[in-house]
């Protein structure tokens, strides 16, 4: 499907890489170095054969191989990507919590209607905002970029992953809420408050465990969602991870960086749903069965 969506690109990637006033025989000879003068079905199989063999050809505007520019961004975007999700998982546990306890009170109505604010919230909008408000007004926070490691590099990661878990905090606050709310009126909350069971120990003891596992489930399934936003945030937060490069590269029509790009995303969203089936086993064997 990439492959042939990104043909629809306006604009050729040899014209733009070469200029306005490069001669037609430069523009022939560069398109037949990269095979684009191929027929789109023959350009496809020679692509496919490639990658079999892990080669995702030579980028027409990096000029490099596009492996080694995968490589060199994956770092920035898994950082991105495990902090959000630590944060966003953190911080929604504690609010469903707060929300499904206090079921109905001024804090629960608080929580469900700042969730349903930050489900509506533009990314991009939000990046900006963020920078307006704690990087230029206060000075509290770097604009962009990763840092040098260590706390520099943490003070750089706070307005890029608060962009990013805003709007799945709201996702995950809801349906934690709702899950919590079930399993305080099940059966079994019932049985271990017959016991003499406190509401604290019900809670934590049978209702925690069992709402988690939809959550988690959830969570995988955000996971292309949280990878799609990543394009933006690099963006904003000038973050060189695969999200800039995918956009830059759509900008020069590099056909081969968004294939590679594309299929790598696709990847990591079929490898993360792996890992989320196997934690929801190692949770509940009951998912198991």
């Not at 936003?229 to 830059?248: D, S, Y």
Request: hydrophobic share 50%; proline share 4%.
């Amino acid at each position: 499907m990439s492959f042939f969506l990104i043909k629809l690109i306006p604009g050729d990637p040899v014209r733009a890489l070469l200029g306005p006033r490069a001669s037609q025989e430069s523009i022939d000879f560069y398109r037949e170095q990269l095979g684009l003068n191929e027929s789109l079905i023959t350009q496809y199989v020679i692509y496919l054969g490639r990658l079999v063999r892990g080669d995702f050809g030579e980028s027409i505007v990096f000029r490099g191989p596009v492996s080694e520019l995968i490589l060199d961004r994956t770092g920035p975007t898994l950082t991105l990507v495990i902090v959000t999700t630590l944060i966003a998982t953190a911080i929604s546990l504690v609010l469903a919590a707060i929300a499904a306890r206090r079921a109905g009170d001024w804090t629960d109505r608080s929580i469900r209607i700042s969730a349903t604010i930050g489900l509506g919230v533009p990314q991009f909008w939000l990046g900006v905002i963020l920078i307006i408000v704690f990087s230029i007004n206060f000075d509290l926070f770097p604009v962009a970029g990763l840092g040098d490691g260590g706390w520099d590099s943490l003070s750089h990661l706070v307005l890029p992953c608060t962009t990013l878990a805003i709007p799945l905090i709201a996702i995950l606050v809801r349906n934690l809420r709702a899950s919590y709310l079930e399993g305080l009126g099940s059966e079994y909350a019932v049985f271990a408050r017959s016991k003499g069971a406190s509401e604290s120990a019900v809670f934590w003891r049978h209702v925690f465990r069992n709402s988690v596992v939809p959550t988690l489930q959830l969570l995988g399934v955000n996971v292309g969602w949280l990878l799609g936003g990543t394009v933006v945030v690099e963006n904003v937060f000038a973050i060189p991870g695969l999200g800039e490069l995918l956009v830059n590269a759509i900008f020069a029509r590099d056909y081969f960086v968004i294939q590679a790009v594309t299929i790598v995303f696709a990847i990591s969203v079929v490898f993360v749903s792996l890992v989320i089936d196997v934690l929801t086993v190692l949770i509940d064997p009951r998912f198991g069965q």
